[in-house]
DNA sequence: AGTTGTGAATCTGTTCACAGCC
DNA sequence: GGCTGTGAACAGATTCACAACT
């Protein structure tokens, strides 16, 4: 079932959601939840919740919903959560601290391994632990570690350069929070998450209900 | 035109985007720009370029494209960014201050005018020239102060509670960066932002191709 | 009785393709 | 000749509805 044609985004994103639903239900001393359940938690239809599951396999029981246990590890290996995943941050602005020091990053398997930033004064430095280099090092330091995504929080002037850099070595996982778009190579994956643009959107349907 | 049937999210957020090159074009001292080219620029297709400006009106010229100019206007107006636009921030963290400072926020109409955390050691103080409060001032500050836009960024442990007074204090635009989910009355817009999710996301697209 | 898993139906969003205009 | 604006065709995502199972 796994491999069957590719899987769209938008069940992704949910089956993330649905984890931390179940996670919390966990955390209630829960068993068994209902697609119907877990639906409601999060504002989706019951089928939507069963489709997404029934894609990677057969989690639920007729009768009686789906073992929290078990879909929680399903998920976290179907996500690849069940690895270390190595994250590194490029532009050490007020972002990525924030990005750095986010609970939700902990939580889950994700761990920063190296950070990038042109600032002379923070080069050298460490922050949480992690070293600050000169993006020109990057080639060298992604051969001796592997680096499985990247987080780019750089200046809009920079960051198409960032980018290209960072597809040169290889990170084949891409977090983008600048303006900047790149064509990437097959294997590859970016989410860009566009800030402005989100209040803009907001701004919009605010707007309409005003007269 | 501009009021038929409801317009899709999607739509919106292309136009923040095509915005956002159009400012660059006109930067560079252009005059006219052809559908062609706003959907190589951000990797669309320049029917949907058309179709998405097309909802909202005639913008362009057959045979010649958009007046650069003119379209800015029309999108600023279309996405309410003529007038300026309130916005309070709750909880200020890492990633609160980050927003704070957010450059591509002060680039359009958005002014910050309200800051709330429940930290003492915060409140009285003054972020950016703008006075801390706690949230229990909310419902009076919100009278005196006209709030279009609330960004939450509370611990998870508050932000339920922390949404449902907003929406109480009649604060109709959300940027909500919590795990918190709510019910929204009529005429309100929350877009939700979940960053761990959107790193989960990435991790499962870069697992699937390590086979 | 209750809930899953899923084909079929529906709904939503995107692309095609071309008439119409500059 | 070139490009817009848009109905029609298509593709993708969601919901319905029900057989199958516990």
Do not use: C, W
């Not at 889950?108 to 992690?130: L, P, S």
């Amino acid at each position: 079932m796994e491999n069957s044609n590719p899987i769209a985004v938008f069940t992704i994103k949910r089956l993330s959601i649905y984890l931390r639903s179940l996670l919390q239900l966990k955390n209630e001393g829960k068993h068994y939840v209902s697609s119907i359940e877990i639906a409601e938690l999060n504002g989706f239809t019951s089928a939507q919740v069963r489709k997404d599951l029934s894609v990677f396999g057969n989690f639920g029981v007729k009768g009686k919903g789906y073992n929290i246990d078990n879909l929680i590890t399903g998920l976290n290996r179907i996500l690849g959560l069940n690895k270390k995943i190595s994250v590194s941050l490029f532009g050490l602005g007020r972002l990525g601290e924030a990005l750095l020091e986010n609970k939700g990053f902990q939580r889950q398997g994700f761990e920063f391994v190296a950070i990038f930033d042109i600032d002379r004064t923070k080069i050298g430095r460490k922050f949480n632990n992690i070293v600050v280099h000169h993006p020109d090092e990057l080639p060298q330091i992604a051969s001796k570690l592997k680096i499985d995504i990247a987080i780019v929080t750089v200046p809009n002037e920079n960051a198409k350069k960032t980018l290209q850099s960072i597809v040169e070595a290889r990170i084949r996982g891409i977090f983008n929070f600048t303006d900047a778009r790149i064509q990437l190579p097959e294997g590859f994956y970016m989410q860009n998450v566009n800030l402005a643009g989100e209040l803009e959107t907001i701004s919009y349907f605010i707007s309409q209900k005003n007269k």
